[in-house]
C-alpha cells in the first residue's frame, strides 16, 4: 500500500519577477527638409535635423521628405490624423521635421521645426522663426533644431 507523502516546511517565496523590461527604445524618423525656392536653407536644417540627438531614440534617417511621404499616403494637411499616419507608415514613434514656408517678401522664409509625439497623437515641441534671408536661416537652423531637440 502506497502511502500519501506529505511535504513539510515552508514554502519558499516565489522568485521576485523580474523588473519590468525598460521600455523599448523610441524609434524617431527624421524627415529632411524641402524646398524648391529655398534649397540651401533646406540642406542646412536638413543637416540640423539629421545631427539632433533625442535622447533614448533609435533615430532613423528617411531617404524622402514630409512632403513625399504625405503625397505617397494621400494625406497632405499638417494635421495628427497625417503625422500619426506617416509614423505608422514608417514603424516611428517621434517625428523630427521642418516645414518651409514662404514669408512677407520674396526672400523671407518661415521655418518651423516640430517634434510630433505619434504615440500620443500631439505634438511634443515646436520652434519656428523667420529669417530674412536663406542664409540667415542656413546659419540659424542648427538654434532652431536645437530647441525642440533637447
Known sequence: MAL??????????APASAPPAASAHVQLAVLPAESDAFPGAARAITASLTAAKITGADTHVSKVSLEVVQLSLECVEPTP???DAIGRSMSANRLLFARIDGGATKRELKVTVMLYDVDAKATARTAEA??????EAAAGAGALVDKVAQ
Request: proline share 11%; aromatic share 10%; with cysteine.
Open 4 to 13: 500519501p507523502m506529505m511535504a513539510c516546511g515552508h514554502a519558499r517565496p
Open 130 to 135: 523667420v529669417f530674412a534671408s536663406e542664409s
Open 81 to 83: 490624423v497625417c503625422y
